[in-house]
């Protein structure tokens, strides 16, 4: 049998911007996490926000989301304002979060968490599809979800959105505590993955990973974008990185 294809890249040109996100503020509670963050990703583009631990990238994902209780600003997503928007429309217009902490569920096995998200939009992945990028799951389909590896469950944590039909997918520090071989693995998916035509997000803390496979960087901190640069300035912001990075 041929090998399964992925969805055809679209015909949009890749300079078209495809989230613009302006004066960002988001609240949990009474804590002001989010102080007014700026910037825009473009359709085909693999963008990264860099930062310390608690800079506000995870929350800046969840306010794109729109699962952040209290939040205000604009945020323009194929030229629409969404920052009203609730989070089940926000999907259905082909947006998507992968998280950190990944949300594999133990009740179920690896095929019945793969297909647990609803398909929001046309144009998804079938699973031919899918197994193609991650061939671990086909072998693993009747697997409890958690008896996989860190790598396999991330690997399931983002075959689980290429279901939905969405094209900008948010991914929250996937390569967090996974082995070098596997982190490579995932850079290939995401290569593979902007090569078809998807828009990424991608908040990292290992910017070495992000230099692989990102088109430009953020860097936040304190709740604000306080610097960005393309990749092909990255030798030239080495200095700037280590300080703001700490490493």
Not at 37 to 63: D, H, M, P, Q, Y
Not at 132 to 142: A, G, I, Q, Y
């Amino acid at each position: 049998m041929a090998e399964a294809k992925l969805a055809e890249k679209p015909a949009a040109a890749a300079s078209a911007e495809v989230l613009a996100v302006k004066d960002l503020q988001a609240w949990y509670g009474e804590s002001h996490i989010l102080h007014g963050i700026n910037f825009n990703v473009k359709a085909g583009e693999v963008v990264t926000l860099l930062g310390r631990n608690g800079a506000g990238k995870t929350t800046t994902l969840k306010s794109v989301m729109g699962i952040i209780g209290k939040r205000s600003g604009s945020v323009r997503f194929d030229n629409r304002e969404i920052i009203r928007a609730t989070s089940d429309r926000i999907a259905r217009l082909g947006i998507a979060l992968c998280p950190e902490e990944r949300g594999i569920f133990a009740s179920l096995d690896v095929r019945e968490n793969l297909m647990l998200p609803p398909v929001v939009r046309s144009g998804g992945l079938s699973l031919d599809q899918i197994f193609t990028l991650f061939p671990n799951l086909k072998e693993r389909l009747s697997s409890q979800g958690t008896k996989l590896s860190g790598g396999e469950q991330q690997m399931l944590a983002i075959a689980r959105i290429l279901r939905t039909g969405a094209r900008f997918l948010m991914l929250d520090e996937p390569t967090e505590g996974l082995a070098p071989v596997i982190i490579q693995q995932i850079g290939h998916t995401i290569a593979r993955l902007k090569s078809e035509g998807f828009t990424i997000l991608l908040v990292e803390q290992n910017f070495r990973f992000a230099s692989t496979v990102a088109d430009r960087y953020y860097i936040v901190e304190h709740g604000k974008v306080i610097d960005g640069f393309a990749n092909s300035e990255l030798s030239a912001n080495m200095d700037k990185l280590h300080t703001y990075l700490g490493v």
